[in-house]
Structures are given as C-alpha cells and as structure tokens.
C-alpha cells in the first residue's frame, strides 16, 4: 500500500485529511509503466482512475490518420482515465483518449468504481455542482448546436429564396406576354384568312416560322454591334415594304436568324399582297416560340434549385449512406449561389475518379456550409472562394479556400474552441467550426484542419473512404 504521506504530495490529495487519506491508500494501488508503455487505452472499458506520481505520460487520441497527440506532463498530481466515474451509469463506459507513458513511471491507480464512491461519499455537494455543469454544459451546447443549425438554415433560405425568385418573375413575365402575342397571333391569322390567303401559302409560312423557331438560341454568336446593324437593314427592308411598326418587329425577327434574304422567301411564297400581315404574324409567332423558351428555362431552373435544396437536406435518405461528395458540394454552392456577392469569382477543381463514401450526408452539407460561409465572411465583396477535391488509397480530401486576409498564427490552435470567435457581437456564435470538427472527427473519424496566410487560407476536410464512423 502507498504512504499516506507520498500520496499528500501530490496537488490533487494535498488537502485531504489522514482518515481519508489511509482510505484512499486502502482502496488503490501503486503501478509501474516502462517507457512506451500505455497506462490506458482508447476504446477498453473505462475501469480505472490513474494519478501520476513520477515519470512522465503523453495523451493522445486515436483518429483515422493515427494517434493525434494532445498533451505531455511529468507533473505529479496529473490524472486521467475514468474522471467521469461519478456520474455513475451516465458516465463514458470505454475511455475517451489514451495514456502512454513516454519514460519510466509510476501511478496510484484506483478502481473507477472506488473512485466513484469514494468522490460521492466526501463531497456530495460537488457531486451535483459537477453533474449540473456536466448536463448542463451538454445541454447548453445541444441547444446553441441547434440554434447555430437554424442560423446556417435561414442563410441558405434566404439565398435559395432570392436564387428562386429570380427565374420565378422571370416565367411569369413570359406568360403575361405570351397571352398579348397569342391574342396578336391568332387575330393575324384571322386577318390573313380574311384576305383570301391560299391553304398551301399559310402552310409555308407555318413551315418557315418553325424553321425561325428552331433557330433560337442555335445561331452562331454576333457582337451587338453586328446585331444592332441586322436589325437596322431588316426594319428598313420592313419599312419599305409597308409593314406596319417594322421597327418593333425586326428584333425578334433577327433574333430568329432573319433577315433580307428570309424576307424575299415570305414575299415568294405568299405573294406581296400577303407579305406585311405575314411577317406581322412570323414576328409574333417566333416571338411566342421564344417566350416559351424563356418559361422552360426558368422552370427547368427552378427544378434545378430545389433538386439542389433536396440534396442538401438529404430529406429523402436515410442518416447514413454512401454519398457521392460531389453531388454533396454541388448542392451546397447551389444553395449558396444567392449569397455570393458579385465581386466573389467561385472556382472548382473536381477529382472525379473519387469514390464514393460512406457518410452522414445530411452533417457533412453541414460542415460544408460553415466553411463556405466563413470564407465567404472573411472575403467580404471580392475574392476566390476555391473548392477541389482529391483522394489517396485511404482518404477523400476536401479543400476550400479563400483569399481574405487569413487566420492569425496566435489564434489557429483556438480556431475550433467552442464559442471562440473573431467575429465582432452579433456577427457569429463561435460554435460552427467546433460543430464541424465534432462531425468530421467526431462522427465520422476524419480530420479537419486549417492553413493559413494572408490572402491564402485553407480547409482542410479529410475522410476515411471505408467506414468508422460511429
């Protein structure tokens, strides 16, 4: 059994009395650990409390690239192990890091179970001072995770929104004009089968306004300059032959690929006395056809959005699946595409021979999202935002970068500390880049890390390509 008074020079019994100190030595045992040696291991059921007494041990944690380590001490006093003993069944049943001992040494260990009776018999007060901070703590930061959620849900929302909007308005400006051009159209009809048009000059004026129609957006790119002067020689040609309001009529032809050359095959198939009604009514069919392009395309983007929306929200899948990280990154520019200023140029660089992995798509749109907004926060109106992928045998690696002023060296180590922050009251909860290292760590053993410059910053998100997640 350990001396009473060996165990008294050590910080963490110093104030305890003889009684309880004859009780503690009673209840423990003295173990020695050659160098290299783990005291406790990460994973194994957590059964001891351990108090060095000399020597020196290293923490670490075991992660999917190895162990990380994060401290080292030779003072005497220092414990680990199953600290969390006294919360009874709530406690962690396995131990959360590692103990090794870099140099001979030695510890008191005491049974957890022992521990635990022993820290609830003398100070019962603190028992449930420690319980509330414990819970309460963990409560805290549910409540703040989920308010850090809603945050990041009403960023994407009002981007998404505004991105909906815009070809939202943009199809039901086409529709306003396609009922006027339906209305023109149909009376135009009427008015040439009023003049006694034959069957067979409408059918190929019908057959050139679909020829027209196909043409939209198919022609070979022009300059205004070059379209302005189209224009201008087709609304003279108009002009002369006694088209009423050429001037309006020569853009949509034009944009149709129509010019002097069309305007004598009309006037060939349908003969002069039918040519001016004829265009009125080719003008405003092609016009039609192009509306109809204008409602599609808005519609087909609006379709894309919420696709978009659906793949970021994972809605339809279950938690865990085998994701295609892509497809994950995709669905988040997309939302984010809104809330990118102007002056911020977006670029990616896709491994498209990376695997896909298993994963908690729904947590990782998460993690992507803190780390798109951040660079984008710290960029302000003009900058790079940067996102490129690339795998090794083990790993898929996710890079985003920024070109803001950078991470200071004296606040890198903090950067994913619950609640740090440098953004001013108001702006930020602290919490994003801790909620994005528990789930790239946490949930899914990977890695996240931080690179920095002035004018270069990088995250670093690195994940198993086989499945560990817990």
């Not at 045992?29 to 005291?39: A, L």
């Not at 129609?213 to 201008?232: C, F, H, K």
């Not at 798509?361 to 940067?386: C, K, S, Y």
């Amino acid at each position: 059994m350990i001396d009473i008074d060996e165990l008294r020079k050590l910080f963490l019994f110093e104030r305890l009395t003889d009684e309880q100190l004859t009780m503690l030595a009673s209840r423990g045992k003295v173990s020695t650990f050659e160098q290299d040696e783990f005291i406790v291991r990460q994973g194994e059921a957590a059964d001891c409390f351990v108090v060095l007494i000399e020597g020196e041990v290293m923490m670490t944690t075991d992660t999917s690239a190895g162990a990380v380590s994060m401290s080292r001490t030779s003072q005497p006093g220092v414990y680990g192990g199953a600290i969390g003993a006294y919360l009874g069944e709530r406690a962690p049943r396995t131990y959360t890091h590692s103990l090794r001992a870099t140099a001979p040494t030695r510890m008191f260990v005491l049974p957890a179970a022992k521990f635990a009776y022993i820290v609830t018999e003398w100070f019962p007060m603190a028992i449930h001072l420690l319980e509330g901070l414990t819970f309460g703590g963990r409560a805290q930061r549910e409540i703040i995770d989920r308010r850090q959620r809603l945050t990041a849900l009403g960023t994407i929302t009002a981007g998404l929104t505004h991105e909906l909007n815009n070809p939202a308005a943009a199809a039901v400006r086409a529709v306003s004009e396609l009922r006027h051009l339906m209305g023109a159209s149909r009376r135009q009809l009427a008015e040439l089968a009023e003049a006694g048009i034959a069957p067979e000059r409408l059918r190929h004026l019908v057959e050139m306004q679909e020829s027209c129609a196909a043409s939209v957006g198919t022609l070979p790119p022009r300059t205004p300059m070059q379209i302005s002067d189209a224009e201008d020689e087709l609304g003279d040609a108009l002009q002369e032959l006694g088209v009423e309001d050429a001037w309006e009529l020569a853009p949509s032809l034009v944009s149709a690929g129509f010019d002097t050359k069309g305007l004598e095959k009309v006037r060939a198939k349908v003969g002069d006395e039918h040519a001016p009604a004829a265009l009125r009514w080719l003008a405003e069919a092609t016009e039609i056809s192009q509306m109809l392009g204008e409602v599609t395309e808005a519609t087909e983007r609006i379709t894309s959005l919420l696709a978009s929306a659906k793949q970021y929200s994972q809605m339809d899948r279950a938690p865990f699946q085998v994701c295609d990280l892509h497809e994950l990154l995709e669905s988040t520019l997309a939302i984010f595409r809104g809330k990118i200023s102007p002056g911020i140029t977006v670029v990616t660089d896709f491994d498209r021979t990376m695997p896909r992995i298993p994963a908690y798509g729904g947590e990782l749109n998460q993690v992507w999202t803190n780390l798109i907004h951040n660079a984008l926060d710290a960029m302000g109106e003009e900058g790079t935002l940067t996102v490129r992928t690339a795998h090794d045998e083990d790993e898929a690696i996710v890079e985003i970068g920024d070109t803001g002023p950078g991470v200071p060296d004296g606040i890198k180590e903090r950067i994913f500390e619950p609640f740090f922050t440098t953004k001013s009251v108001g702006k930020g909860t602290g919490l994003g880049l801790d909620i994005s290292y528990r789930i790239v760590a946490g949930r899914h053993g990977g890695e996240l890390r931080v690179r920095s410059a002035p004018g270069d910053t990088w995250f670093e998100v690195r994940l198993p390509l086989r499945e560990t997640v817990s």
